[in-house]
């Protein structure tokens, strides 16, 4: 019998013979049993937004409906309905697309639709007895941690992998309010301001609370992450897909504070220090095989770059054409021959149990 292609697939959903859920669980199956990874070809990395345009037609009607809910709220002067009716149709629906259709981009609209209502309705339950008084540490910290265990059950339930983004900016949260109630000082908008600004909150040296919260949170964002990818080495399952949500969400939390720490050491050591790292993230992103880090070290990249057009007294508009060309070849070069850098770099690497689990690498030519 001769194989069946994607065409087939499709055409037995248009005669009635399949369901939309069952050709897409059939082809997740072929997929799966030829090596999905293999097939993709060799600088492919696996990311879905969404199938079809009938994804986005869908999504469309959503957030329509989810508006047209909003205006009904303001006609009704009754701004709990948003929260608690969005709420419950996010379920609802994302009973339909999620479980039955397997849609994907609606699946991620109605997670987010979940997640900002709960965390719209947390925070208006406890503006109740509170009347026009600000929220304390206290507060965001009670909002983003319930806000947080609905999503995480949101999540048990849907299995979304957009979800665990929702989730880790909950984290977010809850590590900053955390952090704002055992050392209120530190985090304060006053403190902040004084210490140059939001920026501030990524430099090591100037606001050590704020930046190493915002470390710790990417490190174990990080290994949440990784702990998803050393499960699927050849990125053919939802942990795949759950693991990139986690690393867009670890990368420029480490990767900022890190740079910035070292960057505003000043003179040549902290440029210098500063270029060391980003090669240490370059390494550390082709050996796990995700361009997320390298991608959120971009700026720095050329912000070292225009320092060292500065220091060698190029012309300023000639130091932004070199810049920018370098920078355009280095990353140009770097994603064209992602592979073979990968494959020379894994087999210099030793031997061991979790080299094994991390994704398969082709000899180098």
Same mark, same amino acid.
């Given at each position: 019998?001769?194989?069946?292609?994607?065409?087939?697939?499709?055409?037995?959903?248009?005669?009635?013979?399949?369901?939309?859920?069952?050709?897409?669980?059939?082809?997740?199956?072929?997929?799966?049993?030829?090596?999905?990874?293999?097939?993709?070809?060799?600088?492919?990395?696996?990311?879905?937004?969404?199938?079809?345009?009938?994804? +986005?037609?869908?999504? !469309?009607?959503? %957030? /329509?409906?989810? $508006?047209? #809910?909003?205006?009904?709220?303001?006609?009704? =002067?009754? @701004?709990?309905?948003?929260?608690?009716?969005?709420?419950?149709?996010?379920?609802?629906?994302?009973?339909?697309?999620?479980?039955?259709?397997?849609?994907?981009?609606?699946?991620?609209?109605?997670?987010?639709?979940?997640?900002?209502?709960?965390?719209?309705?947390?925070?208006?339950?406890?503006?109740?007895?509170?009347?026009?008084?600000?929220?304390?540490?206290?507060?965001?910290? +009670?909002?983003?941690? !319930?806000?947080? %265990? /609905?999503?995480? $059950?949101? #999540?048990?339930?849907?299995?979304?992998?957009? =979800?665990? @983004?929702?989730?880790?900016?909950?984290?977010?949260?809850?590590?900053?309010?955390?952090?704002?109630?055992?050392?209120?000082?530190?985090?304060?908008?006053?403190?902040?301001?004084?210490?140059?600004?939001?920026?501030?909150?990524?430099?090591?040296?100037?606001?050590?609370?704020?930046?190493?919260?915002?470390?710790?949170?990417?490190?174990?964002?990080?290994?949440?992450?990784?702990?998803?990818?050393?499960?699927?080495?050849?990125?053919?399952?939802?942990?795949?897909?759950?693991?990139?949500?986690?690393?867009?969400?670890?990368?420029?939390?480490?990767?900022?504070?890190?740079?910035?720490?070292?960057?505003?050491?000043?003179?040549?050591?902290?440029?210098?220090?500063?270029?060391?790292?980003?090669?240490?993230?370059?390494?550390?992103?082709?050996?796990?095989?995700?361009?997320?880090?390298?991608?959120?070290?971009?700026?720095?990249?050329?912000?070292?770059?225009?320092?060292?057009?500065?220091?060698?007294?190029?012309?300023?508009?000639?130091?932004?054409?070199?810049?920018?060309?370098?920078?355009?070849?280095?990353?140009?070069?770097?994603?064209?021959?992602?592979?073979?850098?990968?494959?020379?770099?894994?087999?210099?690497?030793?031997?061991?149990?979790?080299?094994?689990?991390?994704?398969?690498?082709?000899?180098?030519?």
């Amino acid at each position: 019998m001769a194989d069946l292609t994607a065409d087939d697939i499709r055409a037995a959903v248009a005669a009635g013979v399949l369901s939309e859920s069952q050709a897409a669980r059939l082809i997740a199956i072929a997929e799966a049993r030829r090596g999905f990874r293999l097939n993709m070809g060799d600088d492919d990395e696996p990311f879905e937004l969404f199938k079809g345009f009938s994804e +986005i037609f869908v999504t !469309v009607g959503l %957030a /329509l409906l989810s $508006g047209g #809910f909003v205006f009904l709220s303001i006609v009704l =002067t009754n @701004f709990f309905v948003i929260p608690v009716t969005t709420l419950v149709l996010s379920v609802v629906f994302a009973g339909y697309f999620t479980l039955r259709r397997r849609m994907t981009l609606p699946s991620i609209y109605l997670a987010f639709t979940f997640a900002f209502s709960a965390m719209w309705l947390v925070s208006r339950l406890l503006m109740i007895p509170r009347n026009l008084d600000p929220f304390s540490p206290l507060d965001i910290l +009670i909002i983003f941690l !319930v806000t947080g %265990a /609905l999503v995480i $059950g949101y #999540f048990a339930i849907f299995r979304v992998p957009f =979800t665990l @983004f929702l989730v880790g900016l909950c984290g977010i949260g809850v590590a900053f309010s955390l952090a704002g109630v055992l050392f209120p000082d530190s985090l304060s908008g006053v403190d902040i301001l004084a210490h140059g600004g939001w920026n501030s909150l990524t430099d090591l040296g100037t606001n050590p609370i704020a930046s190493m919260t915002l470390l710790l949170f990417g490190i174990i964002a990080f290994l949440a992450a990784m702990r998803f990818d050393l499960r699927d080495p050849h990125r053919i399952s939802r942990n795949a897909a759950n693991a990139f949500w986690l690393h867009i969400l670890a990368a420029p939390a480490i990767v900022n504070v890190v740079t910035v720490s070292l960057l505003n050491v000043g003179g040549t050591a902290g440029y210098l220090l500063a270029a060391l790292a980003l090669v240490v993230i370059t390494l550390v992103a082709l050996i796990i095989d995700r361009r997320s880090f390298l991608t959120a070290g971009i700026i720095y990249i050329g912000a070292i770059l225009a320092w060292a057009m500065s220091a060698a007294n190029v012309d300023t508009g000639w130091g932004i054409v070199w810049t920018l060309l370098l920078m355009g070849a280095f990353i140009t070069a770097t994603g064209t021959w992602w592979t073979q850098l990968r494959a020379r770099i894994m087999a210099i690497l030793p031997d061991t149990a979790l080299k094994s689990k991390l994704p398969p690498y082709s000899e180098a030519p």
